[in-house]
């Protein structure tokens, strides 16, 4: 078989050359074509061009491996929230269609093309499989399959706190039942109460709890709050009931009072006698872990009325730094303005601390002068009680 140079070099520059070569040599009988043969360009012309005729078509027809990948989205959802998963397909032959199948271990399946959505409704929790295959013909390299994963997850309950408002009253009052709930999946929710005593009306998120006829004590509510899927929350809060107002609420049990006239240059200051009547009330309150002490500071007409609030916070620092008493059993008050004194009370456990005995200020506006006392240590005479 002749072959034209020219048109040899037609067929060189449509062929790879040195390809054609590779694939002749492995393909090829050993004794034809030998490793140390040296090919002539006549014969590797003709060799090029049985590769044309004969071989090249098997070449070019590579086998083409079809890959599937799959993505689930969301991959974790409530029951009733759909998944949606698409497939990607990779070493397609373009000149053959593509057919998509899905198949789901749960839920129920839509498919269109490359994609699927599984309505999860009904579904327990849990985790399932979305299987996908994509066919471009009978052979296993024009077939591919893939897998995803979803996880359904059950509803959370709602939440819920409360709170009374006030906490503290005395017995015939009416409280308000202020209640927070949420619901992480947004669902309707439902709330409802109850106490250990008094009575509760309102069945929303704010409720009143009247205190009519109960006796000094604490009443116990609960909260509830549950959704339209009957998943439930609860919390709990307190009401402190204290004796009825009777007329004018009595100021306590009067201890003792402090005198501030011993010192001018330390006006406000607690000196060592005022630190004695101090001692005395810290080891009552000891006796009386339920009591609380109110502290009026009182100031003469001719000094800064916010001396009465000096010598009352004073006071009660003294017992919080030294005698280690609780800053939120004391409450300070302004007085009179009959002197640089202070009175000292006892108010017992149940009983609300008197309107009457003093006026309530603003800590944050008193500017603090000098030390608040006398560092202990030094003699002191007896405070004056009251008996």
């Given at each position: 078989?002749?072959?034209?140079?020219?048109?040899?070099?037609?067929?060189?520059?449509?062929?790879?050359?040195?390809?054609?070569?590779?694939?002749?040599?492995?393909?090829?009988?050993?004794?034809?074509?030998?490793?140390?043969?040296?090919?002539?360009?006549?014969?590797?012309?003709?060799?090029?061009?049985?590769?044309?005729?004969?071989?090249?078509?098997?070449?070019?027809?590579?086998?083409?491996?079809?890959?599937?990948?799959?993505?689930?989205?969301?991959?974790?959802?409530?029951?009733?929230?759909?998944?949606?998963?698409?497939?990607?397909?990779?070493?397609?032959?373009?000149?053959?269609?593509?057919?998509?199948?899905w198949e789901s271990t749960g839920?129920?399946?839509?498919?269109?093309?490359?994609?699927?959505?599984?309505?999860?409704?009904?579904?327990?929790?849990?985790?399932?499989?979305?299987?996908?295959?994509?066919?471009?013909?009978?052979?296993?390299?024009?077939q591919a399959t893939c897998t995803?994963?979803?996880?359904?997850?059950?509803?959370?309950?709602?939440?819920?706190?409360?709170?009374?408002?006030?906490?503290?009253?005395?017995?015939?009052?009416?409280?308000?039942?202020?209640?927070?709930?949420?619901?992480?999946?947004?669902?309707?929710?439902?709330?409802?109460?109850?106490?250990?005593?008094?009575?509760?009306?309102?069945?929303?998120?704010?409720?009143?709890?009247?205190?009519?006829?109960?006796?000094?004590?604490?009443?116990?509510?609960?909260?509830?709050?549950?959704?339209?899927?009957?998943?439930?929350?609860?919390?709990?809060?307190?009401?402190?009931?204290?004796?009825?107002?009777?007329?004018?609420?009595?100021?306590?049990?009067?201890?003792?009072?402090?005198?501030?006239?011993?010192?001018?240059?330390?006006?406000?200051?607690?000196?060592?006698?005022?630190?004695?009547?101090?001692?005395?009330?810290?080891?009552?309150?000891?006796?009386?872990?339920?009591?609380?002490?109110?502290?009026?500071?009182?100031?003469?007409?001719?000094?800064?009325?916010?001396?009465?609030?000096?010598?009352?916070?004073?006071?009660?620092?003294?017992?919080?730094?030294?005698?280690?008493?609780?800053?939120?059993?004391?409450?300070?008050?302004?007085?009179?303005?009959?002197?640089?004194?202070?009175?000292?009370?006892?108010?017992?456990?149940?009983?609300?601390?008197?309107?009457?005995?003093?006026?309530?200020?603003?800590?944050?506006?008193?500017?603090?002068?000098?030390?608040?006392?006398?560092?202990?240590?030094?003699?002191?005479?007896?405070?004056?009680?009251?008996?």
């Amino acid at each position: 078989m002749f072959v034209a140079p020219s048109a040899l070099d037609g067929l060189r520059s449509s062929v790879d050359t040195a390809h054609a070569e590779t694939r002749l040599r492995t393909i090829m009988p050993m004794p034809l074509v030998d490793e140390d043969t040296k090919i002539s360009p006549v014969m590797k012309s003709l060799l090029t061009c049985l590769c044309m005729i004969v071989f090249c078509p098997l070449l070019r027809a590579e086998k083409h491996q079809l890959a599937l990948g799959c993505l689930a989205q969301p991959d974790s959802v409530h029951p009733g929230v759909a998944v949606d998963v698409t497939g990607t397909a990779l070493g397609e032959d373009p000149r053959k269609p593509s057919t998509f199948t899905w198949e789901s271990t749960g839920g129920r399946l839509s498919s269109a093309g490359n994609t699927a959505r599984i309505n999860t409704s009904g579904l327990n929790a849990g985790e399932y499989t979305i299987t996908g295959k994509v066919v471009q013909g009978d052979k296993p390299n024009q077939q591919a399959t893939c897998t995803a994963r979803f996880k359904v997850v059950p509803f959370e309950p709602p939440s819920v706190s409360c709170r009374a408002v006030p906490n503290q009253v005395p017995s015939g009052s009416t409280v308000d039942i202020l209640t927070t709930a949420a619901s992480a999946q947004n669902r309707p929710l439902t709330y409802a109460y109850s106490v250990s005593a008094g009575k509760l009306s309102g069945t929303g998120a704010a409720a009143k709890l009247s205190t009519q006829s109960v006796q000094a004590g604490t009443i116990n509510v609960t909260c509830y709050v549950v959704d339209d899927r009957g998943l439930s929350a609860s919390a709990n809060t307190q009401v402190v009931v204290g004796k009825p107002v009777s007329g004018v609420l009595t100021a306590g049990k009067q201890v003792c009072g402090l005198n501030f006239m011993s010192d001018r240059q330390h006006s406000v200051r607690v000196d060592a006698a005022a630190e004695s009547c101090l001692d005395s009330v810290s080891y009552m309150l000891r006796q009386s872990p339920g009591a609380m002490l109110m502290i009026v500071g009182n100031a003469s007409p001719t000094e800064p009325p916010e001396n009465a609030a000096e010598r009352a916070m004073n006071a009660r620092q003294y017992l919080v730094d030294v005698r280690k008493v609780s800053a939120a059993r004391i409450d300070v008050r302004v007085g009179e303005t009959s002197g640089p004194t202070a009175r000292l009370a006892i108010i017992p456990a149940g009983e609300l601390l008197p309107t009457g005995g003093g006026q309530e200020f603003d800590e944050a506006l008193i500017v603090r002068h000098g030390e608040p006392y006398v560092r202990p240590g030094a003699s002191s005479p007896a405070c004056r009680r009251a008996r």
